[in-house]
């Protein structure tokens, strides 16, 4: 898994199909002397229903199919962090890795291609995409995070003393907690003060109105200024 910095160019055309013979075969093996500077594809992990960054970290992979081809935009899901090692000795005790197992993880297309000579000096660590992701997860995955989203933001609206029908105890999976609305007594140290600044700052810039909007911002602000003076 290599990385690298390049910036997302913001182009989504439809995945152009090709008849040319993929360098991976049935197994998923990529055969590293097949592999052409075309045949890379630049992704960055990213869940289905985030939108890219300009300027992150990305990370090439192998394209293994013939149709369709890459495209930028394109979910994917590909190999990423180590999950486990598999290790036996051997007659001298010396330990031989023979097994290593990766999460799979989801990302996006962010360009495709790469040099000739990055390619010679990555090649033989390329791995392959495992699959493309189908339209119909990516738009299950989006309608759950926007489901939760909202559900946040009412749990923060209810924190902030605005109208809010919610009873949820619990935030939503991927969401930070709710912070309270002022200092209640007890001291708060600066990281404190910035993290509950920040989360109220996010529900600023996730408001649905302009009235809700000044007041998580008017929140945002007065714990920030209770971090600076911290």
């Excluded at 081809?69 to 962090?81: C, E, K, L, T």
């Excluded at 996006?108 to 990555?122: F, H, S, W």
């Excluded at 909007?213 to 971090?227: D, E, G, I, P, T």
């Amino acid at each position: 898994m290599i990385w690298r910095q390049t910036k997302l160019i913001h182009q989504y055309p439809p995945l152009i199909r090709t008849s040319r013979v993929p360098p991976v075969d049935a197994h998923g093996i990529v055969d590293f002397k097949r592999v052409q500077p075309g045949d890379v594809v630049q992704v960055m992990f990213r869940e289905l229903w985030q939108p890219a960054w300009d300027n992150a970290q990305t990370y090439i992979y192998v394209w293994p199919w013939a149709n369709p081809r890459p495209s930028v935009g394109a979910r994917i899901y590909v190999f990423g962090a180590e999950k486990s090692k598999t290790v036996h000795f051997d007659s001298a005790g010396e330990a031989i890795l023979t097994r290593v197992s990766h999460d799979i993880q989801p990302a996006v297309v962010t360009a495709i291609g790469t040099t000739r000579q990055e390619l010679d000096r990555y090649r033989a660590a390329l791995k392959p995409v495992v699959r493309l992701a189908d339209p119909t997860e990516v738009e299950q995955a989006i309608n759950r995070h926007r489901a939760d989203e909202t559900a946040w933001l009412d749990m923060m609206r209810k924190a902030a003393g605005l109208p809010s029908t919610t009873r949820r105890t619990r935030v939503p999976d991927g969401f930070p907690g709710i912070p309270p609305e002022r200092i209640s007594g007890t001291p708060v140290s600066a990281d404190e003060a910035g993290r509950y600044g920040a989360v109220w700052w996010r529900a600023y810039k996730t408001a649905r109105d302009g009235d809700e909007a000044q007041v998580f911002h008017r929140l945002a602000s007065r714990w920030y200024k209770v971090r600076d003076r911290a």
